[in-house]
T-cell receptor, first 113, second 112 residues
Framework: AQSVTQLDSQVPVFEEAPVELRCNYS??????LFWYVQYPNQGLQLLLK??????LVKGINGFEAEFNKSQTSFHLRKPSVHISDTAEYFC???????????FGKGTKLSVIP | NAGVTQTPKFQVLKTGQSMTLQCAQD?????MYWYRQDPGMGLRLIYY???????DKGEVPNGYNVSRLNKREFSLRLESAAPSQTSVYFC???????????FGPGTRLLVL
């Protein structure tokens, strides 16, 4: 079984500042890792995914994440945030061959003008 | 392409009433899922269907039933609604493992 811990429930950040949203996972098998974004009153949209290969993954809207197997982390970063990045972000993990995606509890990013 | 569509968008039920949430996808995906989202809890898997003709329980299946009607459609039924089932319900679909589901817009359900 897998589990995901998002270390911050809320992150306020000023516009144009960098941001890092932290995610740690636990699993006894090889994993696939994902970040989703949810804008208010909408469904979830895939930002990026790590399946294999390069540990630095680039996604949409200027976000990137780095897979660190030794620290079992998959932190999401953006060098300069915009007001439009205000949303809730979910880290998720699935085991190899599994159909079950386990989500973290989410991090609410608030971008302050 | 509409992607994943869900009906209804909103619903208010009284305790004990039943209802079916409908979901359809037009991406020819094999796998479909039902999640519920509660504040501070993230998303939790209720049921999934890896392929047409199969369904399996997820993390929180109690109080729910599902039907994979065909490759496109996957419905979720509440036989006797309870206030604890007040939530936002998301349907999703994916091509295969590794899963990266595409989500629908959600159904907001209030059980009084």
């Amino acid at each position: 079984a897998q589990s995901v811990t998002q270390l911050d429930s809320q992150v306020p950040v000023f516009e144009e500042a960098p941001v890092e949203l932290r995610c740690n996972y636990s699993s006894s098998v090889s994993v696939y890792l994902f970040w989703y974004v949810q804008y208010p009153n909408q469904g979830l949209q895939l930002l990026l995914k790590y399946l294999s290969g390069s540990t630095l993954v680039k996604g949409i809207n200027g976000f990137e994440a780095e897979f660190n197997k030794s620290q079992t982390s998959f932190h999401l970063r953006k060098p300069s945030v915009h007001i439009s990045d205000t949303a809730e972000y979910f880290c998720a993990v699935s085991g190899a061959g599994s159909y079950q995606l386990t989500f973290g509890k989410g991090t609410k990013l608030s971008v302050i003008p | 392409n509409a992607g994943v569509t869900q009906t209804p968008k909103f619903q208010v039920l009284k305790t004990g009433q039943s209802m079916t949430l409908q979901c359809a996808q037009d991406m020819n995906h094999n796998s479909m899922y039902w999640y519920r989202q509660d504040p501070g809890m993230g998303l939790r898997l209720i049921y999934y269907s890896a392929s047409e003709g199969t369904t399996d329980k997820g993390e929180v299946p109690n109080g729910y039933n599902v039907s994979r009607l065909n490759k496109r459609e996957f419905s979720l039924r509440l036989e006797s609604a309870a206030p604890s089932q007040t939530s936002v319900y998301f349907c999703a679909s994916s091509d295969s493992s590794p899963v990266a589901p595409s989500f629908g817009p959600g159904t907001r359900l209030l059980v009084l």
